[in-house]
């Protein structure tokens, strides 16, 4: 069993940056992050492979970068010009199937973390 750690989340103002990170246990494929705000679904934000092929969500293309240090099986999510809607709590999942696959027809991701807040808010 991976086990993923988060970290980083908190209160921004909304312009600001934060950055979050996230630590697998063990060896892992793709990993990537989800939001889910209150009365919303959970909603992909972004994902990496090992290979370094990103995916984003259309909400924060431009504003967000994932990336990852393989050897530390750790990723990143560097978040820039913050908005109030980016307010949510942060999921870090990470899959150990060789191929990436997130969305309808997907099979659900392997392991997830405890979440972390991000408050955006002045």
């Known amino acids: 069993q991976v086990q993923l750690v988060e970290s980083g989340g908190g209160l921004v103002q909304p312009g600001g940056s934060l950055r979050l990170s996230c630590v697998a246990s063990g060896n892992i494929n793709a990993m990537g992050w989800y939001r889910q705000a209150p009365g919303k679904e959970r909603e992909l934000v972004a994902a990496?492979?090992?290979?370094?092929?990103?995916d984003y969500s259309d909400s924060v293309k431009g504003r967000f970068t994932i990336s990852r240090d393989n050897a530390e099986n750790t990723v990143y999510l560097q978040m820039s010009s913050l908005k109030p809607e980016d307010t949510a709590v942060y999921y870090c999942?990470?899959?150990?199937?060789?191929?990436?696959?997130?969305?309808?027809?997907?099979?659900?991701?392997?392991?997830w973390g405890q979440g972390t807040q991000v408050t955006v808010s002045s």
């Open positions: 990496i492979t090992t290979g370094g092929i990103k």
């Open positions: 999942f990470a899959d150990q199937r060789p191929y990436y696959c997130s969305g309808h027809g997907c099979p659900p991701h392997d392991f």
